[in-house]
C-alpha cells in the first residue's frame, strides 16, 4: 500500500483551485443564467502576462495584479460586447459563445507564448509546515482557505445584499427585472467581472500547483464544471467539496502505476455522470406510426 498523505495533501490543495474555479462558474450561472466553458482560457491568460511581465523585470506584485485585471477585463468585455447580445437566446447558443471565446484566447495564447511550459513561483511556496510527515507548503493552505473565503463572501453577497438580489432575479427573468428598475446591464456586467477575477485568481494559483501551459489552464474548465455540476450549479459550499473530492481522487490514482495513465480522465468522467444523473427522471416521447 504506498503512503497517501502526499498524494492526499496535492489533492486537497489542486481540488481547492477546481473548487474555486467552479465557484465562478456556477456564481455566474445564478447570476446571468450561462455555463461559462470560458474560465479556464481568461486565466491561462492572465497567469502567461504575469510571467511575461515578470520575465521583463516587473516587480512580482504588480505583474500578480497585472494578471487579475487582465483576467477581469477579458470577462467584462465579453459580458459587455457579446453576452448581453445574446441574453434572449436559449442557454446552449449562450454557452456555445463561451466556447467560441476559448478557441479565440487559446490561438492567441498559442500564438503569443507558444505550447511551453514554464514555471511560476508565488511567494507562499518559500513557507510551510511539517504535519504527520507530509511537508505542506503554504500555497496549498491559501488554495483551501482562499475557496472556503470565496463560497462563504459570494453566498452573503447573493442573498444579504441588494446588488446580489437583483443578479439573482435577473438570472430568473432579465425582461421582468429590468421593469421594475433593477440596471441589468450593470448587474451582468458585475458578474461578469465577479468571474473574470476569479478565473485569474485559479490561473495564478494552478500555474503555480502544476504548471504553466496553455492546454492545462484552458482545459481547467473542465474540473471546474464537474464541481459545477456535483453541486447542481447551484451550491457554493458542495461546489468547493466536489472541487476537493476530484482533486484528492486524480492526485491518488497517480499512486498506482496501473491508473495513472487514466486519473486525467477522471474530471471528464465525473461530468458525463453528473449530466447522466441530473437527467435521470427526464422522459423522452415516442412516436410510434400507424397508432402503434
Not at 481540488?15 to 481568461?42: D, E, H, K, P, Q
Amino acid at each position: 500500500m504506498p503512503d497517501l498523505g502526499p498524494f492526499i495533501v496535492s489533492g486537497v490543495a489542486v481540488g481547492s483551485v477546481y473548487g474555486l474555479a467552479g465557484l465562478g462558474v456556477v456564481m455566474l450561472y445564478r447570476t446571468t443564467a450561462v455555463v461559462n466553458f470560458a474560465a479556464g482560457s481568461i486565466g491561462a491568460v492572465g497567469a502567461l502576462t504575469a510571467w511575461e511581465l515578470e520575465q521583463n523585470g516587473l516587480a512580482d506584485p504588480l505583474t500578480w495584479l497585472a494578471a487579475l485585471v487582465v483576467s477581469t477585463a477579458i470577462s467584462t468585455l465579453y459580458g459587455v460586447l457579446i453576452a448581453g447580445r445574446l441574453t434572449d437566446r436559449d442557454q446552449a447558443v449562450k454557452a456555445s459563445a463561451t466556447l467560441g471565446l476559448t478557441l479565440l484566447l487559446m490561438g492567441f495564447s498559442y500564438w503569443r507564448w507558444s505550447d511551453t511550459a514554464r514555471t511560476l513561483r508565488l511567494p507562499l511556496d518559500d513557507h510551510g509546515f511539517t504535519m504527520f510527515g507530509v511537508r505542506i507548503i503554504a500555497t496549498k493552505v491559501f488554495a483551501l482557505g482562499l475557496a472556503v473565503a470565496v463560497a462563504w463572501i459570494t453566498h452573503a453577497m447573493l442573498h444579504r445584499t441588494d446588488t446580489g438580489l437583483a443578479m439573482r432575479a435577473m438570472a430568473d427573468d432579465r425582461s421582468l427585472s429590468g421593469v421594475l428598475g433593477i440596471d441589468v446591464r450593470r448587474h451582468g456586467a458585475l458578474a461578469w467581472s465577479m468571474s473574470g477575477l476569479v478565473g485569474g485568481v485559479t490561473g495564478l494559483l494552478l500555474a503555480d500547483l502544476i504548471r504553466l501551459d496553455v492546454a492545462t489552464l484552458t482545459f481547467l474548465v473542465v474540473p471546474a464544471t464537474a464541481a459545477a455540476l456535483i453541486a447542481q450549479l447551484r451550491s457554493l459550499p458542495l461546489t468547493v467539496i466536489g472541487g476537493i473530492g476530484l482533486g484528492v481522487v486524480e492526485s491518488c490514482g497517480a499512486a498506482w502505476k496501473s491508473v495513472s495513465d487514466y486519473r486525467q480522465i477522471i474530471p471528464y468522467a465525473a461530468v458525463i455522470v453528473m449530466l447522466l444523473w441530473s437527467h435521470r427522471s427526464r422522459t423522452i416521447p415516442i412516436v410510434m406510426r400507424d397508432g402503434r
